[in-house]
């Protein structure tokens, strides 16, 4: 058996890896996924009325789509976060392995290791939306093991393409694929590698002797036999004490537990659980977003990540695709703009139409308000928190440094637009910071089109240039109170106070 202390963790590079490093090294890894490949498909569209037939909505469809599922996704969101991506699985002759392929194509993955068996059907899992809420879905697949000659083909593309591969992820939906063969050969010839295991029972791969295992909650009180049925907040509590049982019954060096929205619990030999800093997102559908934390938690580990770097990055990674509408995945400049100091920091009218109609498609609520916000202070931070209250999405739209020239005089502004935008992105409440140099955000407010429109207490509804706009786009406005006696002006006026009693003072000094 393999020494699993070949692979604990990751090989982390000399000094301190910083989450931006470990993204730039993505580009290039090679990465083999095996495992069940399955079609997801949403059929959309809305609900007015009940069946004569049955008490059961009618659904009027509008738009059907389809996306990689289990492996197939997987090795998608590899692809997507800039890695090569090869995939090894098995798929029927028929219509819904055609689509799979054709998705999976676009999205560069290398499809030459999945095997095309004419007595298998597809694995499928297709989903009746109406108005944003899932109603029932409905698979296809008999999850049986290879035939013959399909499983033949299977190991000797697995032969031929695992010595290329810098990482290995072995992805489990119980489907069939990974049959006994098949994990004999993986055993033996991922020896040396990062391998990840995603499966919905990780005891069943435990020779691998994997460098990780991702089980989401659930998944990891089924290993160890305890109650899932814990609060939310909760979880990671309830997981600690079991942390040397849960590598035991993995095989594992590192177990990554996820846990939505509260981050992932990361669970090693010898050392003690780590929570991963949570990052909460509001979102209608969290399909797929095992297998992005899967893709990203490989590659980070294959980058040199030490294992509590990969997790975070992984975190990161499988927020970032939640938040998109259905399954999808994180693009590796997402994630990098993630980390970085310009992370929240939107440039263009064409860029925050786009994220402000993914929000919008997710059913959550934005909130946008403008200022200049040039010497940030307790009233303006008191201000945006208190207008986030008032949806799911802050925006937050700073007038360029032009734009303040204008409005405020040629001294200011103080700070500019670069430095204001950092200042603001800090802030926890906001979810993303834009520019615009016109006086007025009109155009901002056509393409974000804000269910609240946030304004300070010195103004009224009469008196908001754009509250007929936002009303006519569907939205609100909202005066938000202000903290008393708290400004910029007064604050600037503040300051050069003291210098004019100094200059004061030494001149009196010098007359004496």
């Known amino acids: ?30 990465v083999l996924v095996v495992g069940d490949a399955i079609l997801d498909s949403y059929l959309a569209g809305s609900a007015r009325r009940l069946s004569r037939e049955a008490p059961v909505p009618v659904v009027a469809l509008s738009e059907r789509r389809d996306a990689p599922g289990g492996a197939a996704n997987t090795a998608a969101n590899v692809a997507t976060l800039g890695a090569r991506a090869t995939l090894a699985s098995l798929v029927g002759r028929d219509a819904e392995g055609d689509r799979l392929l054709a998705l999976l194509a676009a999205r560069g993955v290398d499809t030459r290791a999945v095997v095309r068996d004419a007595g298998r059907r597809t694995e499928a899992k297709s989903r009746v939306v109406a108005d944003g809420q899932t109603l029932v879905r409905f698979d296809q697949g ?30 489990d939906y119980l489907a069939g694929v990974l049959a006994p063969a098949v994990l004999t050969e993986l055993q033996r010839l991922c020896d040396g590698k990062v391998v990840v295991v995603d499966g919905r029972r990780p005891r069943r791969l435990h020779a691998l002797r994997s460098t990780a295992v991702t089980p989401n909650y659930a998944e990891a009180c089924a290993l160890l036999g305890l109650d899932a049925d814990v609060p939310r907040g909760d979880r990671a509590a309830a997981l600690q004490p079991h942390a040397a049982e849960l590598l035991r019954r993995t095989g594992a060096g590192m177990v990554a537990v996820t846990l939505d929205r509260d981050g992932a619990l990361v669970v090693q030999d010898g050392q003690p659980a780590i929570l991963t800093a949570p990052r909460p997102v509001r ?34 990674a499988a927020a970032i695709a939640v ?39 997710a059913g959550r609520r934005i909130v946008l308000t403008n200022g200049c916000f040039d010497l940030l202070h307790r009233g303006h931070v008191t201000y945006l928190e208190q207008a986030a209250e008032l949806g799911d999405v802050l925006i937050v739209a700073l007038n360029g440094d032009e734009s303040v020239r204008r409005l405020k005089g040629p001294d200011r502004p103080l700070t500019p637009l670069e430095d204001r935008v950092e200042v603001i992105a800090a802030l926890g409440c906001v979810d993303h910071v834009v520019s615009f140099d016109e006086d007025r955000p009109t155009r901002l407010i056509e393409a974000i089109r804000p269910d609240v429109l946030a304004k300070g207490g010195d103004y009224t509804r009469a008196t908001v240039p754009e509250a007929a706009l936002v009303e006519q786009l569907g939205g609100r406005v909202e005066i938000v109170s202000e903290v008393s006696g708290r400004s910029t002006t007064r604050l600037v006026e503040r300051i050069r106070e003291p210098h004019d009693g100094g200059d004061r003072f030494r001149r009196a000094r010098s007359r004496g």
């Not at 604990?8 to 090679?30: H, M, N, T």
């Not at 994630?335 to 919008?360: D, M, N, P, Q, S």
């Open 1 to 30: 058996m393999p020494d699993r202390s070949r692979k604990d963790a990751a090989r982390p590079q000399d000094g301190p890896v910083s989450p931006v490093a470990v993204i730039d090294r993505l580009a290039g890894l090679r």
């Open 142 to 171: 008999d999850g049986a093991p290879p035939a013959p000659e399909a499983e033949t083909r299977l190991l000797e593309f697995l032969r031929d393409e695992l010595p290329r591969a810098d990482a290995v992820v072995v992805s």
């Open 283 to 316: 979102a209608a559908c969290a399909t797929g977003a095992g297998d992005t934390f899967a893709a990203a938690l490989t590659l980070a580990l294959a980058a040199g990540a030490p294992a509590e770097l990969a997790a975070e990055v992984a975190s990161a």
């Open 323 to 361: 938040a998109a509408d259905g399954t999808a995945g994180c693009p590796h400049e997402e994630l990098r703009r993630a980390f970085g100091l310009r992370g929240k920091w939107v440039v263009g009218l064409a860029e925050v139409t786009r994220i402000a109609h993914r929000h919008r498609r």
